[in-house]
Structures are given as structure tokens and as C-alpha cells.
């Protein structure tokens, strides 16, 4: 079935430093991807989306491109604030046979230090 | 405008008793989803419900759970003769359009506790 994977956290980071957050996808097709954040004790909140492949999506500073050929979407933000400090999946869709909903990975928890 | 609504935040039971917890989608919104997350997991999808429908519930267990989306009032997830395990976050979310059509807006979970 369709699936992400995104890299394991724990991610600590020094204020201002360059981010990455690896996910990769298996699907059928070429579904939109989406990233979600979750704040502490909050629920989650889309972050950023692409719909096509070689799409990029972006909000708040972060970006991600839609890869088909390496079937990725990478979180990245060039300078890193406390504020950024979350928990962050990389989703896709699953559907079919009446089916709907988000697949999301198991979530990268991100920390940044000042 | 509203966002999605869940209550109660935090909810302590004892094994053997009933859990319910209540979601109200945001204004408009005729797609209601329910995730768990379990510490140091994902969320996991349980189901998703249409007005007066369960469209999808493969992600819930069979025994024990189950999801009502009314035509009045709040979603309802129940969880009768909780156990331990059950202890978790559950979000609910809703979505104007299909999920994989549009954006998921979720609340801010109920925080379930089996003693």
C-alpha cells in the first residue's frame, strides 16, 4: 500500500543552522504530498503541499520539492528558529474503494537551540 | 470561524469503563476523520465518516470501537471497556473535500489516560 517514510529523530539544530528532513514515498501514481507540523500540545497543522511532480511547496521559510524520480519530498529551511522546534510528518493521500484519509510517517521531532 | 472542536482534552479512565470522546468539524465541513497517536508513534488513521455515514473504518479495532457522525451534533468516537493500551492522543480531523483532494484541518485531540 501507499506509504511514507521520513528520517528518525530526534533533530537538534542550533538557532540559524540549515535544515533537512528526508521523506520518501511509495505510491501508485503521483499523489500530492503534504507536509504537517504539530506545536506542542496541539494538533497538527498543514505546513506546505504539492500537487504535481516538480512542484515546490512553501510556507514560514520551509520548502519541499515534489521528486518523482527519487520518489522524495524533503523538508528544508535555511535558517532555524526556537520557534521551529515541533514535530513534522510528510503525508500523502491513500483512496480507492471508498477509502480516504492521510497516510502520515511516523513524524521527525525536530529541536532547535538558541 | 471555528476550527475543529474536541472534547475533552484529557480524559482519565479506569480499565473496564467507557470513553467517549466528541469532535465538532469545522463550519461547512461534511468529512470527519479520527487518528491515534501512540507515544513516539505516527498517527494512525481509524476512520472516516460522512454525515450519518461510516465510509471507511479499516483502521479501527472491531471490537471495542466504535464512530457515530450524526446528523445533528459532534462526531462521536467510543472506546468501551478501555484497557491500557488504549491510552493515547486521538485527533479528530475534517476537510471540505476529500483528503486527498484538499487540506485536513485537525483539533487539538483528546488526551485518553487508562489507570
Known amino acids: 500500500g501507499d506509504s511514507v517514510t521520513q528520517m528518525e529523530g530526534p533533530v537538534t539544530l542550533s538557532e540559524e543552522a540549515f535544515l533537512t528532513i528526508n521523506c520518501t514515498y511509495t505510491?501508485?501514481?503521483?499523489?500530492?504530498l503534504f507536509w504537517y507540523v504539530q506545536y506542542p500540545g496541539e494538533g497538527l497543522q498543514l505546513l506546505l503541499k504539492?500537487?504535481?511532480?516538480?512542484d515546490k511547496g512553501s510556507n514560514k521559510g520551509f520548502e519541499a520539492t515534489y521528486r518523482k524520480e527519487t520518489t522524495s519530498f524533503h523538508l528544508e529551511k535555511g535558517s532555524v528558529q526556537v520557534s521551529d522546534s515541533a514535530v513534522y510528518f510528510c503525508a500523502l493521500p491513500f483512496s480507492g474503494g471508498g477509502a480516504d484519509g492521510l497516510t502520515f510517517g511516523k513524524g521527525t521531532h525536530l529541536i532547535i537551540q538558541p | 470561524n471555528a476550527g475543529v472542536m474536541q472534547n475533552p482534552r484529557h480524559l482519565v479512565r479506569r480499565r473496564g469503563q467507557e470513553a467517549r470522546l466528541r469532535c465538532s468539524p469545522m463550519?461547512?465541513?461534511?468529512?470527519v476523520y479520527w487518528y491515534r497517536q501512540l507515544p513516539e508513534e505516527g498517527l494512525k488513521f481509524m476512520v472516516y465518516l460522512q454525515k450519518e455515514n461510516i465510509i471507511d473504518e479499516s483502521g479501527m479495532p472491531k471490537e471495542r470501537f466504535s464512530a457515530e457522525f450524526p446528523k445533528e451534533g459532534p462526531s462521536i468516537l467510543r472506546i468501551q471497556q478501555v484497557v491500557r493500551g488504549d491510552s493515547a492522543a486521538y485527533f479528530c480531523?475534517?476537510?471540505?473535500?476529500?483528503?486527498?483532494?484538499?487540506?485536513?484541518?485537525f483539533g487539538e485531540g483528546s488526551r485518553l489516560t487508562v489507570l
Open positions: 504539492a500537487t504535481k511532480a516538480d
Open positions: 480531523a475534517s476537510s471540505l473535500q476529500r483528503a486527498n483532494t484538499g487540506e485536513l484541518f
Open positions: 505510491a501508485t501514481g503521483y499523489p500530492s
Open positions: 463550519k461547512g465541513h461534511s468529512h
